[in-house]
């Protein structure tokens, strides 16, 4: 079963511009989740999205957006980008049943110059 | 203040030592308390699963949870240089919004 993609893995921005970081879930996983991971603040939550619905949503700005398709896969978008979104984004995944276990990709790496 | 707080570290210990991680949450409506375990370059994978108050072993590693003093532990017996890592907890109501610690990262030095 494969795991959770995501893409791409590394991307090097300059401020103000924007990114679109992509995730494809396990194969049967309907909830994606995103996650912003930097050394001072940990692993922060941006939003949840299940059947192509935001269901949950963190204390983010509105320049932090998602959205799923009908096929699970997600994107998240960031726009007018500043130097501090410079972060691992991490997407997971989980099945239907809340167990506590999110399947985690490797992330995206983003660097903003 | 921070839903789940985590001493970052780092915590360094000698191989075969037991460590303690630990960590404290504000929302009395966490259900679900879990540690994830993250190697570098790598994302978090779900070590350990408890739900509501008490105790869970599996094998060198023991979860603990104290709902009334909203406390969250990780024991890790006889630990090995493999254990090096960043540890997660995290917390969620059961309305798939799964809590973040900040991590603390863990060094065992053979």
């Known amino acids: 079963k494969a795991g959770v993609t995501q893409t791409p893995r590394y991307l090097i921005k300059t401020r103000g511009q924007q990114v679109t970081l992509s995730c494809s879930p396990i194969s049967g996983h309907r909830s994606v989740s995103w996650y912003q991971q930097t050394p001072g603040q940990g692993l922060q939550f941006l939003f949840e999205y299940f059947s192509e619905t935001q269901r949950n949503k963190g204390n983010f700005p509105g320049r932090f957006s998602g959205r799923q398709f009908s096929n699970s896969r997600s994107e998240m978008n960031v726009s007018t980008l500043e130097l501090g979104d410079s972060a691992l984004y991490l997407c997971a995944s989980r099945g239907d049943r809340n167990t506590g276990e999110l399947f985690f990709g490797e992330g995206s790496r983003l660097t903003v110059l | ?110």
């Open chain 2, 1 to 110: 203040q921070k839903e789940v707080e985590q001493d970052p570290g780092p915590l360094s210990v000698p191989e075969g030592a037991i460590v303690s991680l630990n960590c404290t949450y504000s929302n009395s409506a966490f259900q679900y308390f879990m540690w994830y375990r993250q190697y570098s370059r790598k994302g978090p994978e779900l070590l350990m699963y408890t739900y509501s108050s008490g105790n869970k072993e599996d094998g060198r590693f023991t979860a603990q949870v104290d709902k009334s003093s909203k406390y969250i532990s990780l024991f890790i017996r006889d630990s090995q240089p493999s254990d090096s890592a960043t540890y997660l907890c995290a917390t969620d109501t059961g309305g798939f919004k799964t809590i973040f610690g900040a991590g603390t990262r863990l060094f065992v030095k053979a």
